[in-house]
């Protein structure tokens, strides 16, 4: 194999590719907003992500040719999230008394119930906000807590808390596909439906309740401590009342996956196979969200990176690529 520089890469910018055109059963072309690009013998790998790689390959493969891929965009899994903002007086806890400079600290909590779901919580005191401890909070949190609630809680300690949950794979109401008609951007004519089920509703709830018990626990120091929540950011209202569903619970999911999930020998559903690559397509490989059969609740950040890698690996390894 060819060692890697910057004399036998080339990178093209500005270019949309909008379909792959294909000979038998193999990949040879690329149709682009440049014109059409010559794949010559070259392994042809869709990096990204969940939903523009699904419409690549919905606006290139018919499925009367390539029955293996009748499933793509069947399967979506994605993670609903709540979100919470709450904080007590720092003297009710048995933490350090306020003095210079910031305090922070995280946790992460897994959970199953209906399916699988994960709260990340993080906390920020500090006495003296200014703009070195605010730039702190922003690069060691995982939930971002605002200027403002810092700024205006001297003395207190805020927690934030978001809880992710997975969708149920299995949830047919669930898909992603071609807008139907003739649409003239081949890039941006998908169209994504998501209708939680009985299922996931439960999962929420349950998901929220926890939620609220953690925090409630973590910041009370006895049974009759009160924890505010923040209702209206805007106006910086308090209340020690637990928000509602509608004001905590995110209107879009996130970690959109599944699309062209993977499967093994004998899988005649799975659209990819175990070696990364497209069902039926010999030089078409897949990387990302997209590959997984669910969703499980973690970030799938690092799983994607380790996956490209490993398919690296693979194609580094093959019989090809040490004969070129």
């Known amino acids: 194999?060819?060692?890697?520089?910057?004399?036998?890469?080339?990178?093209?910018?500005?270019?949309?590719?909008?379909?792959?055109?294909?000979?038998?059963?193999?990949?040879?072309?690329?149709?682009?907003?440049?014109?059409?690009?010559?794949?010559?013998?070259?392994?042809?790998?869709?990096?990204?992500?969940?939903?523009?790689?699904?419409?690549?390959?919905?606006?290139?493969?018919?499925?009367?040719?390539?029955?293996?891929?009748a499933n793509v965009g069947k399967?979506?899994?994605?993670?609903?999230?709540?979100?919470?903002v709450a904080r007590v007086p720092r003297n009710r806890l048995p933490v350090p008394s306020a003095g210079q400079g910031v305090q922070l600290g995280a946790v992460y909590i897994s959970g199953k119930a209906q399916a699988q779901y994960h709260l990340q919580m993080s906390a920020v005191a500090t006495s003296n906000p200014e703009s070195r401890d605010l730039e702190l909070c922003r690069q060691f949190s995982a939930n971002s807590i605002s200027e403002g609630c810092i700024k205006a809680s001297p003395e207190h300690v805020l927690v934030s808390c978001s809880a992710l949950g997975e969708l149920d794979h299995k949830n047919k109401d669930n898909w992603f596909r071609l807008k139907e008609g003739t649409q003239s951007d081949l890039t941006s004519n998908g169209e994504l439906q998501i209708v939680p089920n009985d299922q996931d509703l439960t999962l929420w709830d349950t998901m929220d309740d926890v939620m609220f018990k953690t925090i409630e626990s973590c910041l009370?120091?006895?049974?009759?401590?009160?924890?505010?929540?923040?209702?209206?950011?805007?106006?910086?209202?308090?209340?020690?009342?637990?928000?509602?569903?509608?004001?905590?619970?995110?209107?879009?999911?996130?970690?959109?996956?599944?699309?062209?999930?993977?499967?093994?020998?004998?899988?005649?559903?799975?659209?990819?196979?175990?070696?990364?690559?497209?069902?039926?397509?010999?030089?078409?490989?897949?990387?990302?969200?997209?590959?997984?059969?669910?969703?499980?609740?973690?970030?799938?950040?690092?799983?994607?990176?380790?996956?490209?890698?490993?398919?690296?690996?693979?194609?580094?390894?093959?019989?090809?690529?040490?004969?070129?």
């Open 1 to 69: 194999m060819k060692e890697i520089t910057s004399a036998n890469v080339q990178t093209i910018v500005r270019c949309s590719v909008e379909k792959i055109i294909y000979d038998g059963k193999k990949a040879t072309h690329l149709q682009t907003s440049l014109g059409v690009l010559p794949l010559h013998n070259a392994k042809l790998i869709l990096a990204m992500s969940t939903l523009p790689s699904t419409t690549l390959v919905l606006n290139s493969f018919g499925k009367g040719e390539f029955p293996f891929l």
């Open 75 to 84: 399967r979506l899994t994605a993670h609903f999230v709540s979100s919470a």
């Open 220 to 324: 009370s120091s006895s049974p009759g401590d009160k924890v505010e929540y923040l209702h209206d950011e805007n106006k910086g209202v308090w209340k020690t009342e637990r928000p509602t569903k509608e004001s905590m619970r995110q209107k879009n999911a996130v970690h959109d996956a599944s699309t062209m999930w993977m499967g093994g020998d004998g899988d005649e559903e799975a659209p990819v196979g175990l070696d990364y690559r497209l069902q039926g397509v010999e030089n078409v490989f897949i990387t990302g969200g997209a590959l997984w059969p669910t969703g499980g609740s973690w970030n799938p950040v690092l799983t994607i990176v380790a996956m490209a890698m490993h398919l690296a690996d693979c194609l580094c390894n093959s019989e090809d690529a040490k004969s070129g």
